[in-house]
Every structure is written in structure tokens, then in C-alpha cells.
């Protein structure tokens, strides 16, 4: 982690200049959009540049001025972090570059950010939230509730999470600026990950039975035989971890079922 | 097939969700395949397909740069291909999950072709990206939103246009029960979230133990009901 090396090498935070709420709601809205041009060369770099231009409008000169050109050209560069939690550093570089900060501090901020923000979102969202929200539906599911409510039930947990955070990262990284660092050792983002790896295990061994039984619909002996094979294939499964996908497995063997009903 | 313009829009905003814009995950299978069957006329078996992929999906992590399946505009075709079949004939399900995985696994490849494709319209934007000019990074946004919805809008259709017909063809020549078959790809996509969910959470502590009991609980709520 080098959020560390982010804390030392940051200034504590001047007071700052104010945006707009117009412009905060134009940045919050881009963010949605932040992986719009996302590739392998310069990652997520233009969407960083992309959120924060309305800000950006706010420097002396205004669009048209040397300051804005120059900080869209330093902010649109190579960057990298969990879409959400990019959040974090579209706010303290707004601060940054509306307070004057100089170009190279600027830079290595944005440098030493990225790791970090890459690592923590992608464990507490993509490894945690997501798969926590997902299986909490098809809990559901499977204790009969209808598509409606599946669907309404993933999605508002889900973006409960996701919206709380972009606006937690946009605020904090405002109002910390470059020393944010420290807001991202908060016990949420610390020991979330973890609470939330066990509270989707949990979910899992609740939501993986019901979930079969509901699309079986047929007889306990039936849904303990699937149980019984889908436990062994498994540990198979785990075994072969990164050298077998789990989804190509299961198209080819369902490719195969499917050529063995249609011709025998 | 006059569902096919309707669904292939659905499929690109579907798509978009997946990585560019809004990220709220409509895209996730459970979602996708649901609203895709509601489109088609059968919310409910577009839910049965979508809860067949989801466990599948489970086992998918978004990384960064990591190349993984296009499930959003998969979903949509799996899912409308398994509310459209015949639901009296075996098979419905499973053939709706198998074009949806084919789908997805075509789609994970487009995600990388318009990654390097939003690198290509980067590299020739770099003087003015350089120069800090604003309409070289918005139109560069707007050009890969753009671009990916129409590479989803175009799976969908490419994919629900070739697989309908040849899911009705293989679904009239079926000859396995409903039950086997949907008994086929459950097994097959609860080993996959089985694994997928101790590759994911084994290193939390305690987290075998919280499975187990979870197990436990969805074991008695079946039973008792």
C-alpha cells in the first residue's frame, strides 16, 4: 500500500475555494460516466479529466484560460482506480487544482493515489458488495419472491452501497484535498472487505440450496443429488482454480449435454 | 423475430451498464435476463435463466484490466431466448443458459476490442489531450460510450438474431425431461458459486465457518417449508 507515502507528502488542507452545488451535481453525474473512454493505454485518465472539467471552469480564466487547459491536460493523463472509489481522488484533485497547488506536487499525488484506490474499492465492491448483493437476491429467489422484488432488492442494496460511497469519496477527497490519505484508513474501507467476505459466505450457504430447489422445482431427493455433485465438482473446481474458467466449463459441458439430447 | 430491434437496444443499454455508464449493475444476469423476459412476454422463466447465470456470475471479479464475459447483453439474449421457447418442452432453461454463456464469452472479447479501440482514438487525440483541450476529452468520452453501446446493441442482436432460431431448432429436436435438463445446469452452476465463493472469501477469517451455517439455515428453511 502506498497511502502511507501519500500522507507524508501531503500539505494539510487550506481552506478552500467553493463550487457551485450545480457544478458538484454536473461532476457527480460525469462520474456515472467515468469509465466512458476506458483503455489499456491511459486507463481511467480521461474520465478523471472528464469529471472534473466543470470544476475545472472555476480557475481564473476560465475555460478558455491557460489554467484550465493546462490542468486538463495534467488531469486527463494515465490513471487508475476502482470507478467508485475514484470518487476520492476526483475531490482532492478538484481542491487541488482550484486552491493553486503546483503541477508536480499534483502529480505525484496522482501517482501514489492510484494504487491504492485500485486495490481497496476493487476488495470492498467488486469482492465484497457485489457478490453480497447478488447472493442476498437470490435468497429471495429462492424463498419465492416474485422478479419484481428479486430485482428491486439487488438493485437498491446494491446502489445504496454504490451511491453512499462516490459521495463519500467525492466529500471527503474535497475536503481533505491532497492529504486525504488517511481518510482511506477508515475502519470501513479497512476491515469492510473482510466483514463483508463473511456476511456473503453466509448468504451463499443460504442462497445457493433455496436458489436450486426454486429453478429445479422438484424433489428433495433430486435437489440433494444436485447438491451432492455440485459439492464434489466443486473442490474439482477449487482444485483447477486458475487454469479452468468456471463459466467456459459449464458452456462446454452444457454445449455437450445439449448435442447428446439433440442427436441420441 | 419483431422483438429483435426492441431487444437489441434493451442489450445496448444493458451492455453500457457492464463497464461505462452507469455502472448501477442492471447488467448483472439476475437483472438483465429478467427484464429481458419481461420484454418478451415471461418475466418469470427470464428470471429462472437469470438466476442460473448469476450463480455462474458469482465467480466473475471485474479487476481492472482483467479480460472477463460480457454478461449484461448476454443476459438479455439468454434470458429472452428462455422466455420466447416453448415452456412445455424440456429444455427451456438450459438452452436459454447455454446461449447466454456463448454470448458472453463472444462479448468479453468485444470489451477488449473496444478497449483498444478507445486507445486507438486516444492516441489520435494526444496533441490536443496534450493541449488541454476540453472537446478532445469530452468527445473521447462521448465516442467510448458510444462505441460500446452500439458493440452491445450489435451482440445482441447478432447473438439473438443466429441463436433463436437455432435454440427452436435444438429445442424441437430435445429429448431429455425438463427435469434432467434443469437438473444439469443447476449442478453445473452451483459448483461454480460453490467455488467461486471459497476462491473469493476462503481468506477472510472464520468465513468457512459463516458458510456453513449459512448452509445450514438454507437447508432448514427447505425443509420446513
Given at each position: 500500500?502506498?497511502?502511507?507515502?501519500?500522507?507524508?507528502?501531503?500539505?494539510?488542507?487550506?481552506?478552500?475555494?467553493?463550487?457551485?452545488?450545480?457544478?458538484?451535481?454536473?461532476?457527480?453525474?460525469?462520474?456515472?460516466?467515468?469509465?466512458?473512454?476506458?483503455?489499456?493505454?491511459?486507463?481511467?485518465?480521461?474520465?478523471?479529466?472528464?469529471?472534473?472539467?466543470?470544476?475545472?471552469?472555476?480557475?481564473?480564466?476560465?475555460?478558455?484560460?491557460?489554467?484550465?487547459?493546462?490542468?486538463?491536460?495534467?488531469?486527463?493523463?494515465?490513471?487508475?482506480?476502482?470507478?467508485?472509489?475514484?470518487?476520492?481522488?476526483?475531490?482532492?484533485?478538484?481542491?487541488?487544482?482550484?486552491?493553486?497547488?503546483?503541477?508536480?506536487?499534483?502529480?505525484?499525488?496522482?501517482?501514489?493515489?492510484?494504487?491504492?484506490?485500485?486495490?481497496?474499492?476493487?476488495r470492498l465492491v467488486w469482492a465484497g458488495w457485489l457478490p453480497f448483493a447478488s447472493l442476498l437476491a437470490l435468497a429471495a429467489f429462492g424463498l419465492g419472491a416474485?422478479?419484481?422484488l428479486v430485482?428491486?432488492i439487488f438493485?437498491v442494496l446494491f446502489?445504496a452501497g454504490?451511491?453512499?460511497?462516490?459521495?463519500?469519496?467525492?466529500?471527503?477527497?474535497?475536503?481533505?484535498?491532497?492529504?486525504?490519505?488517511?481518510?482511506?484508513?477508515?475502519p470501513l474501507?479497512r476491515r469492510g472487505p473482510a466483514h463483508l467476505a463473511r456476511a456473503a459466505a453466509a448468504a451463499a450457504g443460504v442462497a445457493v440450496p433455496l436458489a436450486a430447489a426454486r429453478?429445479?422445482?422438484?424433489?428433495?431427493?433430486?435437489l440433494?443429488?444436485?447438491l451432492?455433485?455440485a459439492a464434489?465438482?466443486s473442490v474439482?473446481l477449487i482444485?483447477?482454480?486458475?487454469?479452468?474458467?468456471?463459466?467456459?466449463?459449464?458452456?462446454?459441458?452444457?454445449?455437450?449435454?445439449?448435442?447428446?439430447?439433440?442427436?441420441? | 423475430?419483431?422483438?429483435?430491434?426492441?431487444?437489441?437496444?434493451?442489450?445496448?443499454?444493458?451492455?453500457?451498464?457492464?463497464?461505462?455508464?452507469?455502472?448501477?449493475m442492471?447488467?448483472r444476469?439476475v437483472?438483465?435476463?429478467?427484464?429481458?423476459?419481461?420484454?418478451?412476454?415471461?418475466?418469470?422463466?427470464?428470471?429462472?435463466?437469470?438466476v442460473?447465470?448469476e450463480l455462474i456470475a458469482i465467480a466473475?471479479l471485474?479487476?481492472?484490466?482483467?479480460?472477463?464475459?460480457?454478461?449484461?447483453?448476454?443476459?438479455?439474449?439468454?434470458?429472452?431466448?428462455?422466455?420466447?421457447?416453448?415452456?412445455?418442452?424440456?429444455?427451456?432453461?438450459?438452452?436459454?443458459?447455454?446461449?447466454?454463456?456463448?454470448?458472453?464469452?463472444?462479448?468479453?472479447?468485444?470489451?477488449?476490442?473496444?478497449?483498444?479501440?478507445?486507445?486507438?482514438?486516444?492516441?489520435?487525440?494526444?496533441?490536443?489531450?496534450?493541449?488541454?483541450?476540453?472537446?478532445?476529452?469530452?468527445?473521447?468520452?462521448?465516442?467510448?460510450?458510444?462505441?460500446?453501446?452500439?458493440?452491445?446493441?450489435?451482440?445482441?442482436?447478432?447473438?439473438?438474431?443466429?441463436?433463436?432460431?437455432?435454440?427452436?431448432?435444438?429445442?424441437?429436436?430435445?429429448?431429455?425431461?425438463?427435469?434432467?435438463?434443469?437438473?444439469?445446469?443447476?449442478?453445473?452452476a452451483a459448483a461454480v458459486a460453490a467455488s467461486a465463493v471459497w476462491t473469493i472469501f476462503h481468506s477472510a477469517r472464520g468465513s468457512r465457518w459463516y458458510f456453513a451455517g449459512g448452509l445450514v439455515v438454507g437447508l432448514l428453511l427447505l425443509l420446513g417449508r
Open positions: 500500500m502506498t497511502a502511507p507515502a501519500v500522507q507524508h507528502a501531503s500539505p494539510a488542507p487550506q481552506p478552500g475555494p467553493s463550487i457551485p452545488a450545480w457544478t458538484w451535481i454536473a461532476v457527480f453525474t460525469r462520474m456515472l460516466a467515468i469509465q466512458g473512454a476506458w483503455n489499456y493505454e491511459t486507463l481511467l485518465g480521461n474520465g478523471i479529466g472528464f469529471c472534473l472539467e466543470p470544476a475545472l471552469r472555476h480557475l481564473p480564466g476560465g475555460p478558455h484560460g491557460p489554467a484550465f487547459k493546462q490542468a486538463m491536460a495534467r488531469e486527463s493523463t494515465y490513471f487508475n482506480a476502482h470507478p467508485y472509489l475514484a470518487a476520492v481522488a476526483v475531490g482532492a484533485l478538484a481542491r487541488a487544482e482550484l486552491s493553486g497547488v503546483p503541477a508536480e506536487r499534483i502529480e505525484r499525488f496522482r501517482t501514489a493515489l492510484a494504487g491504492p484506490l485500485g486495490s481497496v474499492g476493487d416474485r422478479p419484481l430485482v428491486g438493485l446502489n454504490h451511491f453512499a460511497l462516490r459521495a463519500w469519496g467525492l466529500r471527503v477527497g474535497w475536503k481533505h484535498g491532497l492529504a486525504v490519505a488517511p481518510s482511506l484508513g477508515t474501507l429453478v429445479l422445482g422438484g424433489s428433495h431427493v433430486m440433494a443429488t444436485v451432492g455433485v464434489m465438482l474439482v482444485r483447477v482454480h486458475g487454469r479452468v474458467e468456471g463459466y467456459k466449463l459449464a458452456l462446454v459441458l452444457i454445449a455437450l449435454f445439449a448435442l447428446i439430447s439433440v442427436a441420441r | 423475430m419483431r422483438e429483435l430491434l426492441p431487444l437489441s437496444l434493451l442489450g445496448g443499454v444493458i451492455g453500457l451498464d457492464v463497464v461505462c455508464f452507469p455502472q448501477m442492471f447488467s444476469p437483472v438483465a435476463a429478467t427484464v429481458a423476459g419481461a420484454f418478451v412476454g415471461d418475466a418469470e422463466r427470464g428470471m429462472l435463466v437469470g442460473v447465470l466473475t471485474p479487476f481492472g484490466a482483467s479480460r472477463y464475459p460480457e454478461w449484461g447483453s448476454a443476459a438479455v439474449v439468454g434470458g429472452a431466448i428462455g422466455a420466447t421457447l416453448h415452456a412445455e418442452q424440456g429444455g427451456t432453461i438450459t438452452i436459454g443458459v447455454l446461449a447466454a454463456l456463448a454470448t458472453a464469452w463472444v462479448g468479453g472479447l468485444t470489451l477488449v476490442k473496444l478497449r483498444q479501440w478507445n486507445a486507438f482514438l486516444a492516441r489520435r487525440r494526444r496533441p490536443a489531450l496534450d493541449a488541454g483541450a476540453r472537446g478532445a476529452v469530452i468527445g473521447l468520452q462521448l465516442a467510448g460510450l458510444t462505441s460500446d453501446f452500439v458493440r452491445a446493441a450489435l451482440l445482441t442482436a447478432i447473438g439473438y438474431g443466429l441463436l433463436f432460431p437455432l435454440a427452436a431448432h435444438i429445442q424441437s429436436a430435445w429429448t431429455f425431461s425438463g427435469p434432467l435438463s434443469r437438473s444439469v445446469v443447476v449442478t453445473l
